[in-house]
């Protein structure tokens, strides 16, 4: 007699593991955005098109009066899209979710509720011991944007600040070779008959990339240097055309430099950006040649470089003129901001969805690798072997 047919597959039958359905649910986030006081900074983390966005989805955010300024965002642009404006500084830092674009100093911290969340750079190397202490004392949790990644591993924040940064040291080079400027009176731009501007950069990274594709736009002669082979091809495929590229040898150099109007350095290192550009070599450079080091914010890769501000932006040594601004970005804060909310946006309205941080500390990756304070308690490796503190592994703190 034949058996009836059972309805489940043979699949079906065997024994399955047990899942548990984790439950997502949306909540509402208050973000306070307070005015940055830092050294010429006048960027600010959110546009009003971005607060929109947020507002639109049931969020809160409120901002210091003014903090849009820099950026060229008035208050009452921020309140037409939906965020409040308040002049109590306090108030601000009261909400739980802060964001910044400079690390909030001691003064900021000491006005922050226990238990916030703040995300803001942290730049390691202007940092100390104390400042880790006095997050850790109020239990914050806090993340550094310039360590977080995307889906392709990559760091959004670093890549879009290094490609305004690429950008802005040749359109500043082009300034300061302007007679206007008590430069040498060159002018980029490929003339009929006029031999064109001689560019070295060093470094094939991003602002490498960034400068050599404006110079090039420009009309500038490009010459590349970088010790990573892998660099400069991807450099040569990405720019899509045939650049001089060599590996850093000084006889090489020495011959560019010599012959080079602008020199742009953006070498960076692990602790320190390395001198890849001695006193003698720049004592040869053309007397009225430019330095832009954008790797000045790690210590310079010129030898003679030092840093200035966006007021005294240069000096000049050996009759060349240096510039050594560290935060360049900041000299197009408008730019810098859209493109710094652009990164912001996404993520705030994930956090919103996913039911806040904790929940979005789990599922996303790449928002974990930006973490360094969790609850007062320090999770980054590197800042713990850096400044010779304890730390603990993210995994085990919040699974």
């Known amino acids: 007699m034949k058996q009836p047919s059972s309805p489940f597959s043979k699949q079906q039958l065997l024994p399955q593991e047990e899942t548990l359905e984790v439950l997502k649910q949306k909540r509402e986030l208050f973000i306070g955005i307070p005015k940055e006081n830092h050294y010429q900074e006048q960027r600010i983390c959110l546009t009003p098109d971005a607060v929109n966005a947020i507002t639109a989805h049931g969020h809160r955010v409120l901002i210091e009066s003014g903090a849009g300024e820099g950026s060229h965002f008035s208050d009452a642009d921020y309140t037409n899209a939906g965020g409040e404006v308040s002049r109590d500084t ?77 950008i802005s040291s040749v359109l500043i080079a082009s300034e300061l070779l302007a007679a206007t400027n008590d430069g040498n009176g060159l002018m980029f731009g490929n003339i009929s008959g006029v031999p064109p501007i001689e560019v070295v950069i060093i470094g094939a990274g991003t602002v490498g990339e960034f400068a050599a594709r404006s110079a ?87 030898e003679t470089s030092e840093i200035t501000s966006h007021n005294k932006p240069t000096f000049e040594k050996y009759g060349v003129i240096h510039y050594g601004v560290p935060n360049i970005p900041s000299r197009y804060p408008k730019t810098a901001t859209v493109s710094i909310s652009n990164i912001f946006t996404p993520y705030l309205l994930k956090l919103g969805e996913e039911g806040g941080l904790e929940n979005s500390l789990r599922f996303d990756k790449g928002l974990r690798n930006g973490l360094y304070m969790y609850h007062g308690i320090l999770t980054n490796k590197s800042v713990g072997e850096w400044f010779g503190l304890q730390y603990s592994d993210i995994n085990f703190l919040i699974f």
Do not use: W
């Not at 060599?246 to 320190?272: W, Y």
């Open 216 to 302: 090039i736009g420009l009309g500038g002669n490009v010459k590349i240097f970088d010790n990573s082979l892998t660099k400069l091809r991807n450099i040569q495929s990405n720019l899509r055309q045939t650049v001089y590229t060599s590996t850093i040898q000084p006889k090489n150099l020495l011959k560019s430099l010599k012959r080079c109007d602008v020199a742009i350095g953006a070498v960076r290192g692990t602790d320190r950006a390395p001198v890849m550009v001695s006193k003698t070599m720049v004592e040869h450079m053309k007397k009225g040649a430019v330095i832009i080091d954008v790797s000045i914010d790690m210590g310079g890769c010129f």
């Open 90 to 166: 306090k108030k601000v830092f009261g909400c739980p979710l802060l964001l910044k674009v400079e690390p909030p100093t001691p003064a900021e911290i000491e006005m922050m509720h226990p238990q916030a969340t703040i995300i803001s750079a942290l730049q390691i190397k202007t940092q100390d011991k104390g400042y880790f202490e006095h997050l850790a004392k109020k239990r914050i949790t806090a993340i550094a944007f310039e360590y977080i990644k995307d889906e392709d591993g990559k760091y959004p924040a670093v890549r879009s600040l290094s490609e305004i940064a690429g």
